[in-house]
Each structure stands twice: as C-alpha cells, then as structure tokens.
C-alpha cells in the first residue's frame, strides 16, 4: 500500500467552483505539504504544516486554503477555482533528522479548470 | 528570485554514457541538497542526498558532486539506462534544529535515455 495517498487522481471542474483535494498518510510524519507543478516551471509550494496546530502559507498560497484534520490528513481547497489553477498538484510528508529533509510524494492530483 | 537553478530543461544522453545533470544554489544557507526523479503520471521519489560536510556521494551508478565555493552540485549516473529516462529535481534546505526550512526545489530537468 502506498505511504502517502491522493484522492482523487484527476478531476475536471468548472471555473467558479469550491474542489477540495485530500491527502492521508500511513508514515506518521508530523510535516505535510501541497506543492503544486506546472511545465517549466518545477514544484512551488502552496501551503505546509509541521504539525495538527501548526500551518503555513508556502509561495503562492493565493487561491487556495488548507485544513490539517489530523496528522494523517491535509487537504487542499480551492475556494472558488480558476482555469490558472489546472496543473497537477502534489502531497508531500517529511521526517526530519539531523542529515536533514527528505520528502515522500503521493501519486498527484490532475486537475483541469474550464 | 529562484535560489535553486536548473538551467538545461532537458538532456538527452545514449544508453550506456554518463548523463551529467547539473544544479545550482545562490542561498549560502543551503547545507543539505537532494535530487528527486519523477516518472510521468506519478510523484517524485527521492534518489539520493548530500550534505554540506561532504563534497560527493555515491549509490550505485548515481553520484552526487557538491561544490560549496561555486555553489553547484551535479548528479552523476553512470552507466545511463532507458529507465533513468525521467525528470531529475534538485532540491536544497537548510539543517536547523526544530526545522524552520522548507525544501526548495529547482524547475526539473527531463533526462532522455536512449537505446
């Protein structure tokens, strides 16, 4: 079974329109992030959470809101999407010791706005 | 202001050569790197890490260079294989006590493999 999980794999909206895009893991990380990637232009950072009470807005956090349910959970809320939002949007949890970072991915969320 | 570059979006090498993916940093806080490889249609997985301490690592056919005093690491794979045929994200942070820094992630490089 896969650590970290993304529901759901693709989903086409329209523009104008509240989605929600949910994330869970199984690897007891306290630190979840919501990267999003579009062509050219790498992985930015949305939003991350180091831990339940614990939230931060990442580098382009416009548009968009969080919720950490639990440590297992964080999703991604687009309030009212717009077709600038289509791309494919990453869940990411982290451990963290003294070599430093590393993070492990979900599958990815395909999203279209028309 | 991108503090982590990855200035050829694509490299093309023949199976068996070495693919050279090149990255490089302006933030002198940087202290611990990592490269990532993505397939289409899922997430990137971490491929192998270095810390500022040392100036390579080796896994396999993959190793990491880092240059501190020109701030730029490379990723090495030797011999290149059609499955290495994918995008490579380099990836940088900041040791800190309690974890303060996020990683930041160049823009990718898609590495075709050849046959």
């Known amino acids: 079974d896969a650590d970290v999980t993304q529901t759901p794999r693709n989903r086409i909206t329209k523009t104008g329109k509240r989605i929600m895009l949910e994330c869970s893991q199984t690897k007891g990380h306290d630190r979840m992030y919501w990267y999003r990637q579009d062509p050219g232009l790498g992985l930015r950072l949305i939003y991350y959470?180091?831990?339940?009470?614990?939230?931060n807005k990442g580098e382009i956090s416009d548009g968009y809101s969080v919720s950490r349910q639990a440590q297992a959970k964080f999703s991604l809320s687009l309030e009212s999407a717009i077709p600038n939002q289509t791309a494919l949007y990453f869940c990411?949890?982290?451990?963290?010791?003294?070599?430093?970072?590393?993070?492990?991915f979900g599958p990815g969320t395909r999203l279209l706005v028309l | 202001d991108q503090q982590v570059k990855q200035n050829s979006p694509s490299l093309s090498v023949q199976e068996g050569r070495i693919s050279i993916l090149n990255c490089d940093y302006t933030?002198?806080?940087?202290?611990?790197f990592l490269w990532y490889k993505k397939y289409p249609a899922e997430g990137p997985t971490f491929l192998i890490s270095i810390s500022s301490i040392k100036d390579k690592n080796e896994d396999g056919r993959f190793t990491v260079f880092l240059n501190k005093s020109a701030k730029h690491l490379s990723l090495h794979i030797v011999p290149s294989q059609p499955g290495d045929s994918a995008v490579y994200f380099c990836a940088a942070s900041a040791v800190e006590t309690g974890g303060s820094e996020k990683l930041v992630f160049g823009k990718g490089t898609k590495l075709t493999v050849n046959p």
């Open positions: 933030n002198s806080m940087f202290d611990y």
């Open positions: 959470s180091f831990d339940v009470k614990d939230i």
């Open positions: 990411a949890t982290s451990d963290w010791d003294l070599r430093g970072e590393t993070q492990y």
